[in-house]
């Protein structure tokens, strides 16, 4: 079992930056690839960047260039630096945890993350 908690979030002013963290509790965090999704109010999930356990990584179109995911498997957490924030950036942002072998899947509460002017 593996339990994520999330922190970082917060209110920013366009242009701005925050760094969120997902922290891993109860497992070898370099055993899962972690996925930041983010999910506005009305909105669909939307798949903000993904890090795999070798360190590839991928980001939607909407942040490439703006946000850049990494992970410290020796604390246990990935990141994901926001940057150059817009106020189409608000919304709860949350990761994901997923086993490269047994595909079990664990998910943090998220954070809230607002833009605005």
């Known amino acids: 079992q593996v339990q994520l908690v999330e922190s970082g979030g917060g209110l920013v002013q366009p242009g701005g930056s925050l760094k969120l963290s997902c922290v891993a509790s109860?497992?070898?965090?370099?055993?899962?690839?972690v996925t930041w999704y983010r999910q506005a109010a009305g909105k669909e999930r939307e798949l903000v960047a993904f890090i795999a356990t070798g360190g590839f990584r991928n980001y939607a179109d909407s942040v490439k260039g703006r946000f850049t995911i990494s992970r410290h498997n020796g604390k246990n957490t990935v990141y994901l630096q926001m940057s150059s924030l817009k106020p189409e950036d608000t919304a709860v942002y949350y990761c994901v945890a997923r086993h490269f072998i047994t595909y079990a899947e664990y998910r943090g509460q998220g954070t809230q993350v607002t833009v605005f002017s």
């Open positions: 109860g497992s070898t965090f370099g055993d899962y690839a």
